[in-house]
Nanobody, 123 residues
């Protein structure tokens, strides 16, 4: 499975960005897709996840709930992260990942990772 994240950039606080993660190579064997982020000097943390199959169950970190929305387009093998009302503390390198496990909030449960896309929110 190969993952390619894109859509990062520089945005002012209160603005929006949409990240995309394009998957290839056996993605249908995965249970879920997730987004994680890592700010400078901090550990990588869970942001959101969505199951890849028909039920589209989603999960969010408390820090982004109500502001971020994860969605998928199975026909295009793409997972999106719509980020609204961005805050300076959302600044981080954002990674998409794919998991066979149902424990989608845990970094160690993910089998494949993309290269990351930088999101910078200015105050």
């Amino acid at each position: 499975v190969q993952l390619q994240a894109s859509g990062g950039g520089l945005v002012q606080a209160g603005g929006s960005l949409r990240l995309s993660c394009t998957a290839s190579g056996g993605i249908f064997t995965m249970y879920a897709m997730g987004w994680f982020r890592q700010a400078p000097g901090k550990e990588r943390e869970f942001v959101a996840s969505i199951t890849w199959r028909s039920d589209s169950t989603t999960s969010y970190a408390d820090s982004v709930k109500g502001r971020f929305t994860i969605s998928r387009d199975n026909a295009k093998n793409v997972v999106y992260l719509q980020m609204n009302s961005l805050k300076p503390e959302d600044t981080a390198l954002y990674y998409c990942a794919a998991a066979r496990s149902k424990l989608t909030r845990y970094e160690w449960a993910y089998d494949y990772w993309g290269q990351g896309t930088q999101v910078t929110v200015s105050s």
